[in-house]
């Protein structure tokens, strides 16, 4: 029973690379986001997707790229790292609104810490 | 865009004593969801308890329990005969009705149990 799983875990870039993030889940979830953790400032949500094939802006999405192909992915892609995007990413999913099993709770990743020099 | 807050940075309270956070939020929208995540160092973040607006009722699991005052759009987390295992970092969400899908987190509050 995996739930939401992030990979990697850990990752240190130099400025200028690019790098994907990558979320699954196994709880046949409509709905994935993106969020990035920073000490101070919550978490704010960089990305979502109500769907496959569906993207849609966050609070903070420049810099940042995602993709759903497929249903039970979301990734995050960053083209051009820069070091005001360390931080720790998580990614979550949920039901759709309204469904019979809606009820608003979002499922969470382990997190994924990134740090860019 | 809803707004949520979290005044208090940092609270300690002394283990199997009573401590409130504080939430407060800004929205127009008549239905929607607020809810209590728990992140341990773990980094973990853990559905701790969740309202409806549309509900009344307080919402209650175990020895945590809200004081939602939807005139007053606040929304505090009482958790009762703390425990060591209660520490960590406590954020406030709020969630939209349908079509509003983003989950809007507070900055969070700091909670340190006091052996």
């Known amino acids: 029973n995996a739930g939401v799983t992030q990979t990697p875990k850990f990752r240190v870039l130099k400025t200028g690379q690019s790098m994907t993030l990558l979320c699954a889940q196994d709880?046949?979830?409509?709905?994935m986001y993106w969020y990035r953790q920073d000490p101070g400032m919550g978490l704010r949500l960089i990305h979502y997707?109500?769907?496959?094939?569906?993207?849609a802006k966050g609070e903070v999405p420049d810099g940042y790229n995602v993709s759903r192909l497929k249903k039970q992915n979301f990734l995050l892609g960053l083209e051009s790292a820069a070091p005001s995007q360390t931080s720790v990413y998580f990614c979550a999913s949920s039901y759709p609104t309204g469904g019979s099993l809606y009820t608003g709770e979002l499922f969470f990743g382990e997190g994924s810490r990134l740090t860019v020099l | 865009a809803q707004t949520v807050t979290q005044s208090q940075p940092e609270m300690s309270v002394q283990e199997a004593e009573t401590v409130t956070l504080s939430c407060t939020y800004d929205?127009?929208?008549?239905?929607?969801?607020l809810f209590w995540y728990k992140q341990p160092p773990s980094r973990q973040m853990i559905l701790v308890i969740r309202q409806e607006a549309y509900k009344q009722q307080n919402a209650t699991e175990n020895r945590f329990s809200v004081n939602f005052q939807k005139a007053a759009k606040s929304f505090s987390l009482k958790i009762s005969d703390s425990q060591l295992g209660d520490a960590a970092m406590y954020f406030c969400a709020y969630k939209g009705g349908f079509g509003n899908e983003k989950l809007t987190f507070g900055t969070g509050t700091r909670l340190t149990i006091i052996p």
């Open positions: 709880m046949n979830h409509e709905y």
């Open positions: 997707s109500v769907g496959e094939g569906t993207t």
């Open positions: 929205t127009s929208e008549s239905d929607y969801y």
